[in-house]
């Protein structure tokens, strides 16, 4: 048994508070648990207690799993409808609802800057959709020996951390998020004419409010193209002065990843990037990747 357990009642304890299976990993956000397997159905209350940790940490790391497609999309739906994907790889196929994120070549080689290489700048999932993405989850299958970390950023907290008068400009504001624009950005492939038909550029608030816990948190990253009503420079400034206020390391918790690790966060609070801090060109990095679609951002 060990210290994750050992939160678990004693029979001293005779309150009614709910037993938490997880503990607050070491840093600004999230909490993690081995306590769990989720390779069998959990039951009511369990799964109450993950719900409730991932409103309160947004960020989980579970230990020790081995799950398959189906059971890892089994847990993801406790959480809300799986989301499909409309973005093409570079044989024309698209994603499935579990697919693997990898730094492979179609042969299975390592690359060093692999097709999809937009994941190693700051966002948050499908930002540019009119629903975007609610939760991200991710399951370590292959590692390379060091590095392959995922960062992520507490916009909640960067947030609070504004100057008064910054919040008071901001909030009210709309930013556009673009897949043209991500993909420019970013150095990538454009997408094509059905992709921006399929996903064209949306407004969505500067600052969204979270709906389960009320709190306000910065919504930017990689597809915030410019702002709403003002001049594209004054825009552009804006959201780039926001976006290295939100990253200051303060703000960052990074995930260095153990085999078994199963990890998911919320998208509504959080901004996410790969770590390129391994040889990507040597190295395999293979992860298992879902995600729950969200609500129209307000
Ligand atoms: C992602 O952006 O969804 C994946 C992040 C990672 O590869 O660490």
Not at 251 to 271: A, E, I, K, S
């Amino acid at each position: 048994m060990n210290s994750l357990h050992a939160q678990a009642a004693s029979p001293a304890d005779t309150s009614n508070r709910p037993i938490s299976l997880f503990i607050p990993l070491d840093g600004i956000i999230g909490a993690e648990t081995d306590g769990l397997d989720l390779s069998r159905p959990l039951d009511g209350g369990t799964v109450e207690a993950v719900r409730a940790a991932f409103r309160d940490h947004h960020l989980l790391v579970i230990r020790n799993q081995s799950l398959d497609k189906e059971r890892m999309y089994r847990f993801a739906e406790l959480f809300g409808p799986i989301e499909g994907h409309m973005i093409r790889l570079a044989d024309g196929s698209k994603w499935d609802a579990v697919h693997t994120i990898t730094n492979l070549d179609a042969a299975g080689n390592p690359v060093a800057k692999p097709f999809i290489s937009s994941n190693y700048f700051w966002h948050t999932d499908k930002s540019f959709l009119r629903e975007p993405s609610l939760l991200t989850m991710l399951q370590a299958v292959e590692l390379p020996p060091n590095g392959g970390d995922t960062q992520f950023a507490d916009m909640t907290a960067a947030f609070d951390a504004l100057p008064e008068a910054t919040r008071r400009r901001i909030d009210g504001l709309k930013s556009v998020q673009s897949l043209e624009f991500m993909r420019r950005y970013t150095g990538s492939a454009p997408p094509t004419e059905d992709d921006i038909a399929a996903a064209p550029p949306i407004a969505h608030p500067l600052v969204r409010t979270h709906p389960e816990t009320g709190r306000k948190s910065l919504y930017i990253g990689m597809y915030s193209s410019h702002i709403e009503g003002l001049p594209e420079e004054e825009g552009r400034a804006l959201l780039e002065e926001l976006l290295e206020h939100a990253t200051q390391d303060r703000f960052v918790f990074t995930h260095r990843w153990q085999h078994g690790d199963l990890v998911f966060w919320d998208n509504r609070c959080l901004l996410h990037r790969a770590t390129a801090n391994f040889e990507m060109g040597k190295h395999r990095r293979v992860l298992m990747r879902v995600v729950v679609k969200g609500s129209v951002p307000e």
